[in-house]
């Protein structure tokens, strides 16, 4: 079964700066995405980025990018420029797409604090 | 425009009751889901289901169910409510096309349930 760890239960920032959250998953497919969502004080989950394990080149959506490495299972985010609306629980997500199979199996998230 | 709504948002019901979360999406997704949300455990999965009739335990289905009568709505049922099911519900959907970049999970907006 897959499984989806993120080691960092809480991370902090200051405003302006960059971080990087981390994310490891075990699975035994070559075919799969990986997620992150992020869900803020309304509790509403939003899709970050996406990444398509048969695609080589890192996923960028303006300030957020992924460093996906697949040889080591490893699926970080990084926040360029933090802004305080980037304080949220962000989740790391898997899926083994596929028709009727898929499902999305969650990492325990990361907590992170922008300060001012 | 098309959307995934839960109801009731708050609900707070007594031990042993039974009680049922609504999950209405208008996408016309054939996949939907059901996670719950707990602090240190980050979203897991209770009950899928991959189209009409069609219903599949997730890993922590004990005292849930769910019925798919129609494309648009999986209600979860607890039967006999108890306090370690106080949680945050999240229904989802996605369309099972074709393994394409385009499959993507929505999102309900969560439904904060507590037992006493």
């Known amino acids: 079964a897959q499984t989806v760890t993120q080691s960092q239960p809480e991370m902090s920032v200051q405003e302006a700066e960059t971080v990087t959250l981390s994310c490891t998953y075990d699975t035994s497919e070559n075919n799969y995405y990986l997620f992150w969502y992020k869900q803020p004080p309304s509790r509403q989950m939003i899709l970050v980025i996406r990444?398509?394990?048969?695609?080589?080149q890192n996923a960028t959506e303006n300030r957020f990018s992924v460093n996906f490495q697949k040889a080591a299972k490893s699926f970080s985010l990084k926040i360029s420029d933090s802004q305080l609306g980037d304080t949220a629980m962000y989740f790391c997500?898997?899926?083994?797409?596929?028709?009727?199979?898929?499902?999305?199996?969650f990492g325990t998230g990361t907590l992170l604090a922008v300060q001012p | 425009d098309a959307e995934i709504t839960q109801s009731p948002r708050h609900k707070i019901t007594e031990t042993g009751r039974q009680v049922t979360l609504a999950c209405h999406q208008t996408?016309?997704?054939?996949?939907m889901f059901w996670y719950r949300q707990d602090l240190g455990h980050g979203l897991r999965l209770i009950h899928y289901s991959y189209g009409v009739q069609d219903t599949n335990k997730g890993e922590v289905s004990d005292g849930y169910s769910v019925s798919r009568s129609n494309t648009e709505d999986l209600p979860l049922t607890l039967e006999s409510a108890a306090s370690s099911q106080t949680s945050v519900y999240f229904c989802?959907?996605?369309?099972?096309?074709?393994?394409?970049?385009?499959?993507?999970?929505?999102f309900g907006a969560g439904s904060r349930l507590t037992v006493l």
């Open positions: 997500a898997f899926m083994k797409p596929g028709g009727a199979t898929n499902k999305l199996i």
């Open positions: 990444q398509e394990a048969y695609k080589q």
């Open positions: 996408w016309n997704h054939n996949n």
């Open positions: 989802a959907s996605i369309e099972t096309s074709v393994v394409s970049g385009a499959n993507v999970l929505t």
